[in-house]
């Protein structure tokens, strides 16, 4: 299972609000899969952690390379607590709420490389992010890594000096004060104001490689940026926000879910949850934030050229949902 087949799982699970158990495909003799998976609550994480502890181990002994977690426990420190010592591996974040412990460390980092590089064959730049990154958390990391992704590195930097000292630049780079502020404000993608700048996370590879080691610094909290909608990176602190819609490729007023706040300098995550909230929030004016090479761009274009006729400006990002806007919608979709 590749990366967007676990994301579209991850977000399959986020719109149902209900989590999903599976068993990954090649099933063995011995009764193990490939990969499997269990829900956690976070509730029996903190008052119940040997029931917790038990079923764990259960799923982990059925599974030769992975053990997938969903819990309602965005953040990794409570899982790692409770389960490190059993599985002797720690949880890497995919997506809020989606955990994986990995049996294999190489698939581990196959996993993290497919992150910053995407399924497809990666570019020269991609490979500079992910060494970058793989740099902060450990410095040995070429040593180490898989050999496939060695032949990646020099491949596409040369030998492994030249490929750390490039690596090594890059880093330098995101050092120097102001460097966020000024590179937002070179993009000519997404939308910004003063404050930030917005862009859809499909254009996260597009991106000044700093940038996006940057943004890959993030990750190490949040996970897998695709499988949030908009990313917003904030100029003037040390901050990026994650966005996550109810089906924002296919609603032309998608109401926003969940809100995600990664403090880069404390290295803490928040998270919102906006579901609840008696007036929702929609974002409007959707084609700002995304390529027009995208195809739902001209659509997405059309609608917000409807909601100028009837009076609506694109002040901000997001808007409270109300009766006109609905009566829009629905006298432009008829």
């Not at 499997?36 to 609550?41: E, H, N, P």
């Not at 049996?103 to 995407?118: R, T, V």
């Not at 917003?232 to 879910?257: G, R, V």
């Amino acid at each position: 299972m590749n990366k967007k087949d676990f994301l579209l799982e991850y977000k399959l699970m986020k719109s149902t609000d209900t989590y999903i158990e599976f068993d990954g495909v090649d099933h063995s003799e011995d009764g193990s899969y490939d990969f499997a998976s269990m829900s956690i609550d976070s509730l029996d994480l903190r008052d119940h952690p040997e029931e917790v502890l038990k079923a764990a181990e259960k799923r982990w002994s059925q599974t030769r390379k992975l053990l997938l977690v969903y819990t309602t426990e965005i953040k990794s420190t409570g899982l790692n607590k409770i389960l490190f010592n059993t599985l002797n591996t720690s949880a890497v974040p995919a997506a809020p709420g989606l955990f994986f412990f990995f049996k294999d460390s190489d698939l581990a980092e196959i996993f993290q490389f497919n992150i910053h590089c995407g399924d497809k064959d990666e570019t020269k730049e991609d490979v500079l992010v992910y060494l970058a990154l793989a740099r902060i958390k450990n410095e040995s990391v070429l040593s180490s890594m898989p050999q496939i992704l060695k032949d990646k590195v020099t491949g596409h930097l040369g030998n492994n000096i030249r490929a750390i000292a490039e690596s090594r630049k890059l880093l330098a780079v995101m050092g120097q004060p102001g460097k966020v502020k000024e590179l937002c404000e070179k993009t000519e993608m997404g939308m910004q104001d003063d404050e930030a700048l917005w862009i859809h996370t499909s254009l996260i590879k597009e991106l000044d490689p700093a940038l996006r080691v940057y943004i890959g610094c993030s990750a190490f909290f949040y996970g897998d940026p695709a499988s949030a909608d908009i990313i917003k990176i904030h100029k003037k602190s040390s901050k990026i926000t994650y966005y996550l819609y109810d089906d924002f490729e296919n609603k032309l007023l998608p109401e926003m879910h969940d809100r995600i706040k990664v403090d880069l300098s404390r290295q803490k995550m928040d998270h919102f949850d906006h579901r609840s909230h008696r007036k929702p929030e929609v974002v409007y004016f959707k084609e700002r934030f995304v390529s027009p090479h995208n195809s739902r761009y001209g659509e997405w274009k059309d609608f917000s050229n409807h909601l100028l006729e009837k009076g609506y400006e694109p002040d901000g990002i997001h808007i409270e949902q109300n009766r006109s806007l609905k009566e829009i919608l629905n006298s432009f979709c008829a």
